[in-house]
Each structure stands twice: as C-alpha cells, then as structure tokens.
C-alpha cells in the first residue's frame, strides 16, 4: 500500500510567522512609525515644545507656548529671560516663518517668509573705557583665540555662499523695542525697524526699502541692486534724522538727505545736505573728492557740548584724499565768529599736513591767528590761538579774551574746563 507523505503547509513569508498578514505588518507598522516621528517632527510644534521645557528648567528663563513647525517655521507668545535681580528681560511675539524649509533646502535654497518681534524690553550693560562705551559681551577669550574664531566664522559664510544658490527674506519687521542699562542711566526705544524684502544669490544682492524710526535716529534707505558682477546698478537714496537727545547733547533735530549713483564704482557721485540744508556735500569724483558749502551755520544751535563753537560758519572749499592716504582740506573762502571777534578762513591748501584748518583775525579786537592740528596721540585735535602783537601769549588767554571778555584767571571753573577742552589741552 502506498503511504502519502503529509504536505507541509506555508508557513508565510517567514518561518514559524503567521503568514502575509503579519508579513504586511512588519512591513507597514514601521512605515507608519517613521511616517508618524517625521509627520511630529516636521509638522508639528511638539519639537519646539520640548525644547521649550528644557529651557524652562532653568529658573532665569521662561519661554511661553510656541506653535508653528520645523518645515513653516515658528512663533513663540512669550520669552522671559534674566541675569540680574529685578532686570527681566521681555520678548513678545517672536517669529521666523518660512514657506517651506525641505523643499527649499532640496534646491539649495533659504527662503524666509518673515523675521519679526511685536515688542521686547532688554536690559543690557556697558562697560566704560577711556569715556567710550561698548556693549559688554559675556564669554571672551584671548585675541588669538577671537581671530580664530572670526576666520572660522569667515570661512564657514564664504562656504554657505557657495552652496547656497539663493537665500531670501521677505519682510523684517521689529518693533518696540527697549534697551535699558540701569547702571549708566542709558534708554533707547526702537519703533520701528522694518526691511522690505532681501535676496542674495551668487551673483547678485538686491535689498527693498530699510526704514528705522528710534528714540535717537530715524533712518530711511530706499532700495539697492547690484548687478552680476556685484557692482551697485541702482540710485540710493537716503534720509536720516538724529533727534534732541540729552546723552547725545542733541539739542535740535539734524536732518541727513543723500543721493547717490554708484554705477561706476571708481568714481561713484552723489550728493548730501544735513543741518536744515546749511551743509552742502558733493561728490563729484568718487569717495576720494568732497565739494562742501557752509552756509551761516551755528553749531551751537544744533549741540549741546561742553567746548566753545564757532558760530555763522561760512566755508567753501574741497576735501581731498591723497595718494599717501593722508587727507587736506582746500579752502576757497569762507569765515566764522568766536565770541565777537570775526575769522577768515586762510584760502588755498594749509602748509603742513598736520594743520586741517587756518584761520586768521584781523579787527580792532585783535590780530590773531587760530589753527586746528591733528594730535597722533588722541583722538581729538587742537586747537592753537597766536597773538601776533604778542607770540608768547597762551591759546588759553586768548580764547578766554576772545569768546569770555576776560583774563583765563577771571574764569570760573567750568568756563576754565571749556575753554581747556576746546584747545584740546586735557
């Protein structure tokens, strides 16, 4: 008798597994696992979440809730931050938004739809040397190590630029926002700083409307372009106006109006009023060349500084760079009032490359002659007053007589500390 061998059963696609269905299931539940993690990190505020969280863990910062996603971009209500007792710094509103990160990114491309804040409160410090202030930044190093760091820095954006073919922002908009530095008694309030638009690629940038409007400054630049070789092909215009400020000694509002043409970019040409027009700048054979006119203008009016001031300055004349890099002025005539007492400007070049201007006097009040010189080892010139009827008289003397009406000793100390000041004597 013929015995049959049993058959043997599939099994499925893997042995001792339960066939196709758990096949398709160990194909299709890791698809929707990755599917799932991609969809939450890529479309979802969750990321942004947890790393909300983490930051929260520190007791100096809290950051509020923040919707939005990797692949659109982000907005955070609320950013809470401090490093000093009682100085909370507050941004609201922030937002960097963008059409679509991955398929950007996939045609070497950074397309930002928006960069904004809706208002801040910042506290900052200023460290103060020599008189000057620069913003205090935590975390230095040595000079190598900084110079380091700047060449990695250049290096890293001259790569990104290679491989970028395009990055574009389409609207910057900050607004309200405050700096505070409690300890030099410093405000500065940000209105408005608002950026039309912004495009660069390998060969060409172009730039829409900047507008800032501040407490100190406001400031309007209208569109640039360059062309493909990265000169500027287009007109700039400019308006810019600093506002009565008490740190500043501003003590009326100074106008700035400015255009420019720099199609040839060796002798780009333009021109620009300040003062309420009473300063006229030309240039007419590129940055190296300066045609000025002043017109009654009394500095005075305009600052509020603790050195005397010319006042109803007249002055036409050329600025000129020279070849050795040193600059002269050329004078073609002009003069001004110190105190009483008229001066003319000396016309033609000065005779020493030290000496910027030369003025002399020549009235019943005296015959004098006042000269500005730079000094190499500060940063503010002086000034030199010479009687010609006495030559061993100091500068001081005579510009206590001149702008005052008395002797240098008659002066009480804070005329004595402004009249030191204007010689450049400290």
Known sequence: ??????????????????????????????????GSAWFILFHTPIPF????????????MEVGKVSGSLSKGFQIAEIEFS????????????????????????????????????????????NSKDGEGSLQINGGGSDSDKDSEDSTFESEVSSERGSLKRFHIGR?????????????DFEFQLDECTLDGLEITQKQIQMGQLTIRSSVLDFSLSPIETSNTGELSSKVELQASLQPN??????????????FDFSDKDYPKGTFNAFDKKLQV?????????????????????????????????????????????????????FFIIGETPFTFAEGRTSSNQQRVVATSSDSNGNYTLSIEEQRDKDRPRVRLQSKSEPEKPSREILAEINFGKSFDQLDATERQRVIKTLGEE
């Open 282 to 334: 030309e240039l007419s054979e590129g940055m190296g060349q300066m045609e000025f006119a002043i017109k009654d203008l009394t500095l005075a009016e305009y600052f509020d500084l603790d050195v005397i001031l010319p006042a109803e300055v007249n002055w036409d004349g050329l600025w000129l760079e020279g070849e050795d890099a040193s600059s002269h002025v050329e004078t073609n005539k002009g």
């Open 83 to 126: 490093a000093k007792p009682g100085q909370v710094s507050l941004l609201k509103d922030v937002r960097i938004l963008y059409p679509d990160l991955i398929k950007g990114l996939r045609k070497n491309e950074f397309n930002i739809k928006e960069i904004g804040v809706a208002s801040a409160r910042m506290y900052v410090d200023f």
């Open 49 to 60: 979440n947890w790393f909300a969280k983490l930051l929260n863990k520190d007791e100096n």
């Open 172 to 184: 910057v908009d900050i607004r309200n926002i405050e700096l505070l530095d409690p300890k030099n």
């Open 246 to 259: 008490e740190a500043l000694k501003v003590r009326n509002t100074i106008n700035l109006v400015g255009n």
């Open 1 to 34: 008798m013929d015995i049959e061998s049993p058959q043997k059963r599939n099994s499925g696609c893997i042995p001792g597994g339960c066939g196709t269905l758990g096949c398709g299931l160990l194909i299709v539940i890791p698809l929707l696992i990755l």
